[in-house]
């Protein structure tokens, strides 16, 4: 079985201070694992996956398969970083691949 | 390019009532994911369908269905409701199966069962 963890439901941070919004796996196999975000009133969207190690708004995250870790990190944090954040694992379940997602960690950025 | 589109957007039901929600992927998207999402267990898996094939289902009871037609639209139906169905359901449409490609998400359906 395929389980993602974010061991924090709410994380308030300064402006300008980093972040790091944690993520824990559970996974057998290879896992291909993502960053969505939700800002207010807006959809969920894909922020960022491990394999394309891009930086997007500038936020990283790096997969630690010795810890099962993929968290989410970025050096100043902004006030329009303010968002839910969902840490989600793609592995094979009883069938295809399917996208297990964290209970997610809604970031506050305190102006 | 027009996003993922989710019909009705607010839906008030009993229980013991059927519903069905649709979803309209972004254009040449040939793979629809369902999910359900509430407070309390967060966002889950219900079932993915491609080329009109479901390629995986989560762990949710039978009373949980779903379809797809050949343009690509997914409709999802939800027989014998119960207050715990209450919930906002999320499409979300791929190019590729789940596994592989971005996913993107529509606004969702709010259903609430009295």
């Known amino acids: 079985a395929q389980r993602v963890t974010q061991p924090e439901k709410l994380l308030s941070v300064f402006k300008g201070a980093p972040v790091e919004l944690k993520c824990n796996y559970s996974?057998?196999?290879?896992?291909?694992l993502f960053w969505y975000v939700q800002y207010s009133r807006q959809r969920l969207q894909l922020l960022l996956r491990h394999i394309s190690r891009e930086s997007i708004k500038g936020f990283t995250a790096d997969l630690n398969k010795g810890e099962t870790s993929f968290h989410l990190k970025k050096p100043f944090a902004q006030e329009e970083d303010s968002a839910m954040y969902y840490c989600a694992l793609s592995g094979r379940g009883a069938g295809s691949y399917q996208l297990t997602f964290g209970k997610g960690t809604k970031l506050s950025v305190i102006p | 390019k027009a996003g993922v589109t989710q019909t009705p957007r607010y839906l008030i039901k009993t229980r013991g009532q059927q519903v069905t929600l649709s979803c309209s992927p972004i254009?040449?998207?040939?793979?629809v994911s369902w999910y359900q999402q509430t407070p309390g267990q967060g966002l889950q898996f219900l079932f993915e369908y491609f080329s009109e094939t479901q390629r995986n289902k989560g762990n949710f009871p039978g009373r949980f269905s779903g379809r797809q037609f050949s343009n690509s639209r997914s409709e999802m139906n939800v027989s014998t409701l119960e207050l715990g169905d209450s919930a906002l359901y999320l499409c979300?449409?791929?190019?590729?199966?789940?596994?592989?490609?971005?996913?993107?998400f529509g606004p969702g359906t709010r259903l609430t069962v009295l």
């Open positions: 996974y057998s196999g290879s896992p291909e």
């Open positions: 979300a449409s791929s190019l590729g199966t789940s596994g592989s490609s971005e996913q993107f």
């Open positions: 254009s040449g998207h040939r793979s």
